[in-house]
Structure formats: structure tokens, C-alpha cells
């Protein structure tokens, strides 16, 4: 299973995170972040973000 990051946490790596919920149930929404930015809120309490595309620079 990939790793989960909460919201204000910062990017290991830049690419597309997706929200998933609190359960880890996949969402659909992605938000592009560059490494070392902090990943932005969530709609919702308890929903984090993983990492679904990594960019290859």
C-alpha cells in the first residue's frame, strides 16, 4: 500500500497526489504538487493524500 500524508505535509517527491478518504477509499481528485511544497487542504477532516504519478524529472 502506498503511504499516506495528511494535508500541510510537505511533497517527498513532485507529481499528481490523490485525496483519499479517511478509510483509504480513492476519491478521483488529484492535485498536482512540487517536491518540498505542502500538500493542500482536504474537503473533508481525516482524508490524506497519496502519491498516484510521480514526475520523471
Avoid: I, W
Avoid at 490523490?18 to 512540487?34: L, Y
Avoid at 517536491?35 to 493542500?40: F, K, M, S, Y
Amino acid at each position: 500500500m502506498k503511504e499516506r500524508m495528511s494535508p500541510g505535509d510537505r511533497a517527498p517527491r513532485s507529481g499528481q497526489y490523490e485525496q483519499v478518504g479517511p478509510r483509504g477509499g480513492r476519491t478521483g481528485h488529484e492535485r498536482t504538487v512540487t517536491r518540498g511544497e505542502p500538500l493542500p487542504p482536504t474537503p473533508r477532516s481525516g482524508m490524506g493524500y497519496v502519491l498516484v504519478d510521480p514526475t520523471k524529472n
